[in-house]
């Protein structure tokens, strides 16, 4: 199958991967072209403002409808809130999740850290750790819970989905609509990264503001597969997340057979390598939010559903300044995880496919040690090359699995990072 893009961010994409699939004037012809069916998927609300309205026109061999019946499957680490422990009120840190001895696909290795919020309410969101060591054989995935916005850390992955491939590496992200059915192939012997499963109202671009026009993830750097498709009997298994249970249903034949298709929803992925930094120049240095690159809009004072940040390599050139991210309290949660190189405000014990979480109100920032050396080193430009970071910030408390609690590489003592501060009072 090609691995094409048509590039923008929810643009009205119109693709066929045979010439002529798309009916021309109209999208539900008596006889489409090639004796394909006209499918609709809606991922809002039928009469969503024009802007918001996510949905596609699929031109494809069968409908999704089948004579199948779903029986309940199980994912055990896979999962949804309530989960079993209570928000906590501390810092909380992971190494690098281990990838494991037993072989297992991208599905069998999911493993929920963190979440809150609830599917069925279409609010909040859940933290997810993937680990794979082969490819999905024989079977295919459909979230109806929420969208999956996948970061990989280790291995690139190969996402072949009803709407086209998306290939995608450490680096990149991919966003793959509520409700697609996809599979995740492997390129190598190995993958890991994270995910966070959405929830709430679906990611959009923020706003600029008085940035202007252009500036953080700019729509043309989005990239969105071009139509591909399998004509295949082979059977296969179709599991589905539906309402925090999962369900799986044996089908005849591929169920990637989209052979064209147009509309706005769609899966996507971004080079975070492309996010145009907004930063300071001056004295002193702006909110995170400066590095948004996706929201999920909750409530414009509590706090978004879930807005999701890139702080990739970039210059560092603020004067009479403390550069690090400084001492904070937010009104909301936060998780940060490191895609490559190190953090400016982890001296150590923290590489690459670590992550931290602070539920709301946590005290954070620089450990002793970055701000021992922070508070008097020379402020000469510098570029930061080696990093790329992620956040993401949840107006809602989250809950935490118990596997994530009890993990061997959570570092039940990471607030001792901040011991030994010195106190100078009244001195200077
Ligand atoms: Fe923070």
């Not at 809130?81 to 690098?96: S, T, V």
């Not at 020379?378 to 107006?395: H, K, S």
């Amino acid at each position: 199958m090609p691995r094409q893009y048509q590039y923008g961010f929810a643009n009205e994409f119109a693709t066929e991967a045979l010439p002529g699939a798309l009916p021309r004037g109209q999208n539900s012809p008596q006889h489409a072209p090639y004796g394909l069916v006209s499918e609709l998927v809606s991922g809002t609300s039928l009469a969503a403002p024009r802007a918001q309205n996510r949905r596609s026109y699929l031109f494809r061999i069968r409908p999704s409808t089948g004579t199948h019946a779903f029986t309940p499957f199980a994912l055990d680490n896979f999962q949804t809130p309530p989960l079993a422990i209570a928000p906590y009120p501390g810092a909380l840190r992971w190494g690098p999740f281990p990838l494991g001895e037993a072989e297992c696909d991208f599905l069998d290795g999911i493993e929920t850290v963190a979440a809150n919020g609830s599917p069925g309410g279409h609010a909040g969101m859940a933290l997810h750790i993937y680990r794979a060591t082969r490819s999905m054989e024989g079977r295919v995935f459909s979230n109806g819970d929420g969208d999956m916005l996948m970061l990989p850390q280790q291995g690139a992955l190969s996402i072949v989905t009803e709407l086209g491939v998306i290939d995608v590496a450490p680096g990149e992200f991919a966003l793959l609509p509520k409700g697609l059915k996809f599979r995740v192939d492997l390129t190598g012997a190995e993958a890991r990264g994270f995910i966070c499963e959405n929830y709430g109202l679906p990611f959009v671009l923020p706003d600029l503001g008085l940035i202007g026009s252009h500036g953080l993830a700019n729509s043309i750097d989005f990239m969105t597969p071009v139509a591909a498709f399998e004509d295949s009997d082979v059977a296969c298994t179709l599991i589905h997340k539906f309402a925090g249970n999962f369900w799986s249903a044996d089908i005849g034949y591929s169920p990637f057979d989209v052979v064209a298709w147009r509309g706005n929803w769609a899966p996507c992925k971004y080079d975070m390598r492309n996010f145009a930094v907004i930063g300071a120049l001056s004295h002193d240095h702006p909110d995170p939010s400066i590095f948004c690159a996706l929201s999920s809009p909750s409530d414009a004072v509590a706090g978004g559903n879930v807005d999701f940040m890139i702080l990739p390599p970039r210059w560092v050139v603020a004067e009479h300044t403390f550069r690090p991210p400084g001492f904070h309290r937010n009104a909301v949660a936060e998780i940060l995880g490191l895609i490559e190189g190190s953090h400016d405000a982890r001296s150590s014990d923290f590489a690459p496919g670590s992550m931290s979480l602070t539920n709301n109100w946590v005290a954070h920032g620089p450990d002793t040690r970055t701000f021992e050396v922070a508070r008097t080193a020379p402020l000469e430009p510098r570029y930061d090359n080696d990093t790329l970071v992620f956040m993401l910030e949840t107006r809602f408390p989250l809950q935490l699995t118990r596997r994530a609690m009890e993990a061997g590489n959570r570092r039940v003592n990471c607030a001792q990072t901040w011991a030994g501060f010195t106190k100078r009072f009244p001195g200077g």
